[in-house]
């Protein structure tokens, strides 16, 4: 496979996978300033940017309205929702190629339906059908696309940015100390409250919580999942010729941070819970950067904004 091409079906995966994390990390905190008086929220808007790898206007007040437009609408903003269905849609148009018809129309549309304003009374609304376009691009690979090489690439680019975007949301747990989402909120932004009932049976504390989403095996939002699928990805597109340990560096990076997870117990990580979450970030940046360099050396990596990148 063209390396073009490659790059292109990674991408279309972190895309796709990053515009539904970011869906659902602002619709659980833009709910909660709207519900919560008592939190400061020019300094909660502020973290909350800071946690998407947003910059951070330093000459303006901070509300509720503002984060919606960086971070939903603004097409120029490489954290957004918008940027990243651009993103994807374009990516798309590069390997249409490779790409199906209908994943193409697929994306297509939901770049062309994309909002340039969303009302404060049409939020959730606006939410909710992110999720269903990035869900039904998802399916349309799932249902239609062979397992081969351009099917590991997608998936490895969903899944690397899937561990990244939980790490993310569970960051900002801490946001706002006290005032902060509980767990069940968390839980039900992840689609996972269900999930998490049938394997625990009782209701959400911060350690179980923290345990599905960090350490699951079985829940593919937990990061150890998405963690496990991106080795298993990058070992079928490069089966493992070492006699001796692991030479690749990206494998090497995302075996070190599962078993940094594996084989701490969860009440450590709780205690820093955004020190740790900050390194699975590191993490997967550091993988994404290693995958480029040893599948895509010829082409600027598109780039997350922020610290971790």
């Not at 249902?143 to 899937?162: H, K, P």
């Amino acid at each position: 496979m063209l390396s073009r091409i490659a790059e292109s079906l990674f991408w279309i995966g972190r895309y796709i996978e990053r515009s539904d994390g970011t869906a659902r990390i602002l619709d659980v905190h833009l709910q909660l300033l709207l519900e919560d008086p008592w939190i400061e929220e020019d300094l909660a808007c502020r973290s909350l940017l800071s946690v998407m790898g947003s910059e951070v206007p330093k000459d303006r007040m901070l509300n509720r309205q503002s984060v919606l437009e960086i971070l939903a609408v603004d097409r120029s903003e490489p954290a957004s929702i918008a940027y990243s269905l651009g993103a994807a849609r374009e990516n798309a148009r590069r390997a249409r190629e490779i790409v199906s018809t209908e994943l193409w129309e697929c994306l297509n549309t939901t770049r062309a339906r994309m909002p340039r304003r969303v009302s404060s009374d049409k939020v959730h609304e606006f939410f909710g059908w992110v999720r269903e376009r990035s869900a039904l691009a998802v399916g349309i690979i799932e249902s239609g696309t062979s397992r081969d090489e351009a099917w590991q690439f997608f998936t490895l680019g969903r899944s690397i940015e899937r561990a990244d975007m939980t790490a993310r949301l569970l960051a900002t747990r801490s946001l706002t100390e006290a005032s902060g989402p509980s767990w069940t909120t968390i839980l039900r932004s992840c689609g996972a409250y269900e999930a998490y009932l049938r394997t625990y049976r009782g209701v959400p504390s911060a350690k179980n919580a923290a345990e599905f989403l960090l350490l699951d095996r079985l829940f593919p939002r937990s990061i150890l999942y998405s963690v496990t699928r991106a080795q298993e990805c990058m070992r079928e597109l490069e089966p493992r010729s070492d006699r001796v340990g692991i030479s690749d560096p990206s494998q090497r990076l995302l075996g070190q941070i599962r078993s940094e997870l594996e084989y701490r117990p969860i009440v450590e990580i709780l205690e820093d819970l955004t020190m740790h979450m900050d390194n699975v970030q590191a993490a997967t940046s550091a993988a994404s950067e290693a995958i480029r360099q040893r599948y895509f050396p010829t082409n600027a990596a598109p780039t997350w904004v922020g610290k971790t990148s």
